[in-house]
């Protein structure tokens, strides 16, 4: 038996070398970011800018004329969106936010009169405040008549959220206490510090108000030098695609 280990000692000493010497096929070699192609920058996520926003009770963001973000709830509970933005100045801002009423009569539960409010904050300064432009499209009940409810509503601008549209005969945004919105607990769990509760002049009557904002950074330049190349025109609030050529007639 003495004989025979060094016989078997050995092989598993030369299987030991080589299985050390051998790369493990487990491990992945780092990933090596490839070089710019021509020159061109890609943004990174640093970037990008945070932002959050709470609305009593819905809202959607349009930034640049692009739709941005969505409220995923409509009612209840209140919820607080966060998003991530890529930055570019100057930056129009245009936001719809509703309070829960009927279209019908501007009521909420049956008879009673709610309220609205949102607030806004984005990493690079940007709070809401009253130098937004508000305008109310839908307003009741009339008088805060809910025995016989009545309301007044208009339609919406077209291209209210391009970066073009006028809206210097809108209305500033009227600022409101945080104790006059009450808002309920996710308006703590995030950073709304310098940012004002805004609405149009009446906080309970106006249902649907137009909100918008252009942000200036004087100075400000894009670091990276690429352009989406997907096409999202099928998305509201978007600008629609150049049209296609027309076909080539067909051959006699």
Not at 79 to 106: C, F, H, Q, R, W
């Amino acid at each position: 038996m003495n004989r025979l280990l060094p016989l078997i000692a050995v092989p598993l000493c030369i299987l030991a070398i080589a299985a050390q010497q051998q790369p493990r096929q487990n491990q992945q070699e780092p990933r090596r970011r490839k070089p710019p192609q021509d020159g061109i920058v890609k943004p990174a996520m640093s970037d990008t800018i945070h932002g959050s926003v709470y609305a009593d009770n819905w809202f959607a963001m349009y930034i640049n004329g692009k739709l941005v973000a969505v409220d995923s709830i409509d009612f209840l509970p209140h919820n607080v969106v966060s998003l991530d933005i890529l930055p570019e100045y100057p930056m129009t801002i245009a936001v719809i936010a509703k309070d829960n009423a009927d279209p019908k009569t501007g009521c909420e539960y049956g008879r009673s009169i709610g309220d609205g409010g949102i607030v806004i904050k984005f990493a690079d300064g940007t709070v809401t405040d009253a130098s937004w432009k508000a305008k109310c499209i839908f307003h009741g009940p009339i008088d805060r008549d809910t025995a016989n409810p009545k309301v007044r509503s208009e339609p919406i601008p077209e291209n209210w959220f391009a970066v073009d549209f006028d809206d210097s005969k809108w209305e500033n945004a009227t600022e409101y206490t945080q104790e006059r919105i009450d808002p309920k607990q996710p308006f703590f769990e995030h950073d709304f510090k310098g940012a004002k509760w805004i609405w149009s002049g009446d906080l309970d009557l106006d249902n649907t108000v137009l909100f918008r904002k252009k942000i200036e950074k004087p100075g400000a330049k894009r670091r990276w030098t690429t352009k989406p190349d997907l096409d999202t025109s099928f998305a509201p609030g978007t600008a629609p695609a150049a049209p296609s050529a027309p076909p080539a007639p067909a051959a006699p």
